[in-house]
């Protein structure tokens, strides 16, 4: 069966929510797969520090006969 792949950069920030990582924990539970992660490296300062991620997600293709989606 064909796949989907996903390309996602998430960011993280102990300090503050983060809408990428919301949307990774949101991917993961709809039947998407890790991958692969690379680290994209950190910044900012030792109070305010932030890091990003690139991630690469799989899954098998849905496909959608008559209003009902099947995977």
């Known amino acids: 069966?064909?796949?989907?792949?996903k390309a996602l950069v998430v960011h993280y920030s102990p300090e503050?929510?983060?809408p990428?990582?919301?949307e990774l924990n949101e991917l993961l539970n709809d039947?998407?797969?890790l991958m692969s992660t690379t680290a994209m490296g950190g910044s900012g300062t030792a109070s305010s520090s932030q890091f990003a991620a690139?991630?690469?997600l799989e899954?098998?293709?849905?496909?959608?006969?008559g209003g009902f989606t099947s995977s």
């Open 59 to 65: 899954r098998e293709e849905k496909k959608t006969v």
């Open 20 to 22: 990428s990582l919301a």
């Open 31 to 33: 039947d998407w797969r």
């Open 54 to 56: 690139l991630v690469i």
């Open 1 to 5: 069966m064909a796949k989907e792949r």
């Open 16 to 18: 503050a929510d983060s």
